[in-house]
């Protein structure tokens, strides 16, 4: 069974970092592509970013040179660093998975339970 944990939100200032992990199992980790999505109040969830099985990357407009995507494939753990948040980064974050890559669409099949990531002005 397809587990997703995602852990390392929090509240933070505008200018500020915070590092999200998500830790997975039950799959072959190193096979699937991941994504992170976020969903604010009120709004459609939208792609963060994703990295591939080969570790290719791609990142949503708003976040680019802002969040960096990695992985490590012996640890099982899909990251997302953000850096200079905004308050418009105020959201519910997922980490996503899937053996099929589906870019930043919503149309991964296995899904965290999410983390609030809050930035004040």
């Known amino acids: 069974q397809v587990q997703l944990v995602e852990s390392g939100g929090g509240s933070v200032q505008s200018g500020g970092s915070l590092k999200l992990s998500c830790a997975a199992s039950?799959?072959?980790?190193?096979?699937?592509?991941m994504a992170w999505f976020r969903q604010a109040p009120g709004k459609e969830r939208e792609g963060v970013a994703t990295i591939n099985d080969y570790g290719r990357t791609t990142y949503a407009d708003s976040v680019k040179g802002r969040f960096t995507i990695s992985r490590d494939n012996a640890e099982n753990t899909l990251f997302l660093k953000m850096n200079a948040l905004r308050p418009e980064d105020t959201a519910i974050y997922y980490c996503?998975?899937?053996?099929?890559?589906?870019?930043?669409?919503?149309?991964?099949?296995?899904w965290g339970q999410g983390t609030q990531v809050t930035v004040s002005s």
């Open positions: 996503a998975a899937d053996r099929v890559y589906s870019g930043l669409l919503p149309h991964y099949n296995f």
């Open positions: 039950g799959y072959t980790y190193k096979m699937y592509s």
